[in-house]
C-alpha cells in the first residue's frame, strides 16, 4: 500500500464526515462564501433566503466536519476555511486517482509489448 493510499485510510471517517456536509449545495455555497475572506454569520446568512437558523446548522455542520473554524470576537462569529481540511479530501481522492493512473499504465504497456505466437 503506498503513502496516498495511507493516508487516505487513515483519513476515512473524517472524509465521511466531510463529503456528507459537501452534500448539501447551500453548504458548498458557504464555502465559497468564505474560501477567499473570513465572515460574520450574518453577511453569510445574508446571501441565502432560507432563515438564518438553517445557515447557523450548515455552518454547524460545516465547522463539526472541520472544513470551516469559528472565531468569536465578542459577540460577533466569523468563519473562514481551513484549507488544510482539504487535504484529507484531496489524499482520499488521489488514492482512487493513482489507481486508475496505475491500470492506464499498465494497459498502454501491455499493448506495447511485441506479441509472440
Do not use: C
Not at 14 to 25: F, N, R, T, Y
Amino acid at each position: 500500500m503506498g503513502v496516498t493510499a495511507q493516508r487516505a485510510k487513515k483519513a476515512q471517517p473524517k472524509v465521511s464526515e466531510m463529503m456528507k456536509a459537501l452534500g448539501d449545495p447551500q453548504r458548498v455555497a458557504i464555502l465559497r462564501l468564505v474560501h477567499s475572506a473570513e465572515l460574520p454569520a450574518g453577511e453569510i446568512a445574508s446571501h441565502f433566503k432560507t432563515t438564518r437558523q438553517a445557515v447557523s446548522q450548515n455552518l454547524k455542520v460545516l465547522t463539526n466536519a472541520g472544513l470551516i473554524e469559528l472565531r468569536q470576537e465578542g459577540t460577533r462569529r466569523y468563519y473562514r476555511i481551513r484549507p488544510e481540511a482539504f487535504d484529507d479530501i484531496r489524499s482520499f481522492l488521489e488514492a482512487f486517482w493513482d489507481n486508475r493512473l496505475n491500470t492506464l499504465r499498465d494497459e498502454i504497456e501491455s499493448k506495447r509489448r511485441p506479441r509472440h505466437g
